[in-house]
Nanobody, 113 residues
Framework: QVQLVESGGGLVQAGGSLSLSCTAS??????MGWYRQAPGKQRELVAT???????NFADSVKGRFTISRDNAKNTVYLQMNSLKPEDTAVYYC?????????WGQGTQVTVSS
């Protein structure tokens, strides 16, 4: 019943910025967040945000990434600054529904050196 649609991925140079967005359709979503998976690695948490605006960031992105949301639109955003090649990964939107978690299809972020 819930669909998450991501947008904003692309190719940027190291030190550059990129913004991602994700909108959840269907049933309402509570906490939302972003995860990423680099080639050959496990999927890892990037950042999460509650409906009340409480945020959590992975240590690797603290001070560089910002997560925000529009509750009325069930949309979560990820502003990525000072990007590094090690940020290269497929970024997945995550949303917590009433009974389960939902995932988007992912959007590729590539940071060149």
């Amino acid at each position: 019943q819930v669909q998450l649609v991501e947008s904003g991925g692309g190719l940027v140079q190291a030190g550059g910025s990129l913004s991602l967005s994700c909108t959840a359709s269907g049933n309402s979503i509570n906490a939302m967040g972003w995860y990423r998976q680099a080639p050959g690695k496990q999927r890892e948490l990037v950042a999460t945000i509650t409906t009340g605006g409480v945020t959590n960031f992975a240590d690797s992105v603290k001070g560089r990434f910002t997560i925000s949301r529009d509750n009325a639109k069930n949309t979560v955003y990820l502003q990525m600054n000072s990007l590094k090649p090690e940020d290269t990964a497929v970024y997945y939107c995550n949303g917590k529904g009433a009974l389960r978690y939902y995932w988007g299809q992912g959007t590729q972020v590539t940071v060149s050196s």
